[in-house]
Every structure is written in structure tokens, then in C-alpha cells.
């Protein structure tokens, strides 16, 4: 679509391919099969709350056009990745004005 986005390369993998154990109660994610996104790193780095966040972010993308782009197993990098703009969770704004989260 060419917007900015945070992304440089996505990859399509099945559920039963990323977690471990049960799909609907996972007791973590296999990142050998993550190896492939990381530019030939074989000990990606996984972020804190891995299991809530990627359970999170694909009740999320499923339903979403983009997703249908690529079959399982397939990868893209043609994207528009800019850190530019960059969001930050639970960011507190000082002076009384709101927070964020």
C-alpha cells in the first residue's frame, strides 16, 4: 500500500508452526522457525510477552486484506519501513494532559 510502517519483512507461517504446545493455551513460541526473518541471525531476539502479543497481533491481522498477500511460508520485505515516526507504548505525557497507552 506504500505507507510507512515499522515492518521490513513479514513472513505467513501457520499457528501451529510459531506456538508451542496447545493453540489455545501456548506455553511459548518456537523461534526456530523465526530464523528466516532474521537476516541469517540464529538466535532472534523475542520481545517480552511474546504469547499474549503475537496471539494478540493475529486475532488482529487475520482479519485484515494483507494478510491474504502472501501463502504460508512466504516472505516479503516490499515494504515502505520507516522508524521515523515511532509509537511508543504506555507513554506518559507530563502536565497534567493525557496518557497514552
Known sequence: MGIETSYKQVMAIRARDYFLGDLQDPEGVNAANL????????????????????MAA???????????????????????FST?????????VSSGAREGG
Open 35 to 54: 530464523v528466516a526473518l532474521g537476516d541469517g541471525f540464529p538466535n532472534p531476539t523475542l520481545c517480552e510477552n511474546i504469547v499474549e502479543r503475537s
Open 58 to 80: 493475529s486475532r488482529t491481522f487475520r482479519r485484515r486484506e494483507e494478510a491474504k498477500m502472501l501463502g504460508f511460508n512466504e516472505m516479503s520485505d516490499e515494504y515502505n
Open 84 to 92: 521515523d515516526r515511532k509509537r511508543i507504548l504506555n507513554f506518559v
